[in-house]
């Protein structure tokens, strides 16, 4: 009587563990399934941002209230003047937005001064080098400094957090590894005479210098959609699991 206690405890306690796996197998499922419902709208949400005319840049004022969930990808157009401040490379390997940009290289990222005082950061476009070559962006750059207000028109981008393996920034050579403008004017001084900075930066769509360095350009987003393949696995895993069980089961009660 002891031994069969304990065999009906034990079918018993595997069917209990079988039913939680499945359960869990089939949860998972359904937040692929909503997780793939919300990638679904922000694909929507970003392709009408990045194919709406460009609005003006919002009014400093206005800067606290935005969020990248809310304004990421917008496109705006306003005057500013580049400002005679050293600028900032960040080196990049590729890009997932720019359909034209490719291999080893690094973003150009200027500081500049709209009409009221405040400081935007512009990322004004990709120099192709492997060497993170500082003479070669400070000649392109120098270019861009003209003194003159210049209308630019572009895509709010929010700053990057640097991961656990991101290199360090190199200050001599004004190299940095993410896009954190926040960081580059804290220590090339973009902002250091009181001037407001933007909490985002500019991804540089027009214009283009005559020599084409830095090369900036629209902006594409292709976000990865893999969520239904991922549901259909842990559904198949849950049906696979029930199975199993189902012909352990028989196995069990012939006995």
Same mark, same amino acid.
């Given at each position: 009587?002891?031994?069969?206690?304990?065999?009906?405890? /034990?079918?018993?306690?595997? #069917?209990?563990?079988?039913?939680?796996?499945?359960?869990?197998?089939?949860?998972? /499922?359904?937040?692929?399934?909503?997780?793939? !419902?919300? *990638?679904?709208?922000?694909?929507?949400?970003?392709? %009408?941002?990045?194919?709406?005319? +460009? /609005?003006?840049?919002?009014? +400093?004022?206005?800067?606290?209230?935005?969020?990248p969930?809310?304004? %990421?990808?917008?496109?705006?157009s306003?005057?500013?003047?580049?400002?005679?401040?050293?600028?900032?490379?960040v080196?990049?390997? /590729? =890009?997932?937005?720019?359909?034209?940009?490719?291999? +080893?290289?690094?973003?150009?990222? !200027?500081?500049?001064?709209?009409?009221?005082?405040?400081?935007?950061?512009?990322?004004?476009?990709?120099?192709?080098?492997?060497?993170? @070559?500082?003479?070669? %962006?400070?000649?392109?750059?120098?270019?861009?400094?003209t003194?003159?207000?210049? *209308?630019?028109?572009?895509?709010?981008?929010?700053?990057?957090?640097?991961?656990?393996?991101?290199?360090?920034?190199?200050?001599?050579k004004?190299?940095?590894?993410?896009?954190?403008?926040? #960081?580059?004017?804290?220590?090339?001084?973009?902002?250091?005479?009181?001037?407001?900075?933007?909490?985002?930066?500019? @991804? !540089?769509?027009?214009?283009?210098?005559?020599?084409?360095?830095?090369?900036?350009? $629209? !902006? =594409?987003?292709?976000? *990865?959609?893999?969520?239904?393949?991922? $549901?259909?696995?842990?559904?198949?895993?849950?049906?696979?699991?029930?199975?199993?069980? #189902?012909?352990?089961?028989r $196995?069990?009660?012939?006995?």
């Amino acid at each position: 009587m002891t031994g069969e206690l304990a065999r009906r405890r /034990g079918t018993a306690g595997f #069917a209990i563990f079988t039913l939680v796996m499945v359960a869990v197998c089939v949860g998972l /499922g359904l937040w692929q399934l909503q997780r793939r !419902l919300e *990638k679904h709208a922000l694909i929507t949400a970003l392709d %009408e941002r990045l194919a709406a005319a +460009p /609005g003006a840049l919002p009014e +400093p004022s206005q800067w606290s209230a935005l969020t990248p969930a809310r304004d %990421e990808f917008r496109r705006v157009s306003f005057m500013a003047n580049y400002a005679r401040l050293p600028d900032a490379m960040v080196y990049s390997s /590729g =890009s997932a937005v720019r359909d034209d940009v490719s291999g +080893p290289g690094t973003w150009a990222f !200027l500081p500049a001064q709209l009409p009221g005082g405040a400081t935007v950061a512009v990322n004004a476009g990709f120099v192709q080098n492997t060497m993170q @070559d500082r003479a070669q %962006e400070d000649r392109a750059v120098g270019r861009l400094i003209t003194g003159q207000p210049v *209308k630019l028109t572009g895509y709010l981008r929010f700053p990057e957090a640097a991961g656990a393996l991101t290199p360090r920034e190199d200050t001599v050579k004004r190299l940095w590894f993410t896009r954190d403008h926040v #960081a580059m004017a804290r220590a090339l001084g973009w902002s250091a005479d009181g001037r407001m900075l933007a909490p985002f930066y500019i @991804d !540089l769509e027009s214009p283009a210098p005559e020599s084409g360095i830095p090369k900036p350009g $629209a !902006l =594409s987003v292709h976000l *990865k959609d893999d969520h239904l393949q991922y $549901a259909v696995t842990w559904f198949a895993l849950a049906g696979v699991m029930a199975i199993a069980f #189902a012909v352990w089961w028989r $196995a069990q009660r012939r006995h």
